[in-house]
């Protein structure tokens, strides 16, 4: 069964601290995404990335960096982490070249920073 | 930013009984994707249709696209407990490079 996986399903922070996301695919796909998901807000776009070590700014960018180093995983990177970025973080992947199975997303990670 | 907009917000049926859900957008589209999202998971891909395309079947999924007024319809029939979740349209636009957009989502709850 393909998948992505996202290597925490919960995690609580302190602020400040460096936060690594970790994402991982199976299915050979070109693009790799990071969501957050809020409450009242839906599904905003933090990165993306189209290949290896190529990475896109989305529409919330700030305080994230991301990381492709290889084809199947795409880690998200909280610098200094803070508060607001208190969230449920999703990570999805996508064909390049056939788009008619659309995104497949990974589990979540809640995150809590205290 | 917010492309789909899921009309209504919050919808609750009694097992058995159809719901429909809508989404609108603002700009023109290469396809539009449904997705659902069970309680605290990730979104999960139901059905894709495409801007050349009107209405589209799969199982117990109905989807309907209107270009010209910008809107798309997801009906679910003879709805299952199993059916509640909050439900998403995106929109793949062209020069996107198939980035999708979401919609805030319709929260779906079926009562048995």
């Known amino acids: 069964d393909v998948k992505v996986t996202q290597s925490s399903r919960y995690l609580v922070k302190r602020t400040g601290e460096k936060v690594f996301l970790e994402c991982v695919q199976d299915m050979d796909h070109e693009n790799m995404f990071w969501y957050r998901q809020d409450p009242g807000l839906g599904l905003r776009l933090i990165y993306f990335s189209y290949d290896v070590k190529m990475k896109e700014k989305g529409d919330i960018p700030e305080g994230y960096s991301v990381s492709r180093e290889k084809k199947e995983r795409f880690s998200l990177i909280l610098e200094s982490a803070s508060t607001n970025q208190t969230s449920m973080y999703l990570c999805?992947?996508?064909?390049?070249?056939?788009?008619?199975?659309?995104?497949?997303f990974g589990s979540g990670t809640r995150l809590t920073v205290v | 930013s917010q492309q789909g907009e899921e009309d209504p917000q919050a919808l609750s049926i009694q097992e058995g009984e159809n719901a429909t859900m809508n989404c609108s957008y603002k700009t023109s589209i290469n396809n539009l994707q449904w997705y659902r999202q069970n309680s605290g998971r990730g979104l999960v891909h139901l059905i894709l249709i495409r801007s050349n395309e009107r209405e589209k079947h799969s199982g117990r999924l109905r989807v309907t696209l209107d270009t010209s007024k910008k809107s798309s319809s997801l009906l679910i029939t003879a709805s299952r407990a199993a059916d509640t979740a909050s439900y998403f349209c995106?929109?793949?636009?062209?020069?996107?490079?198939?980035?999708?957009?979401f919609g805030s989502g319709t929260q779906l709850t079926v009562l048995p």
């Open positions: 999805a992947s996508s064909s390049a070249y056939d788009s008619f199975y659309g995104y497949t």
């Open positions: 995106a929109t793949d636009a062209p020069g996107s490079a198939r980035q999708l957009t």
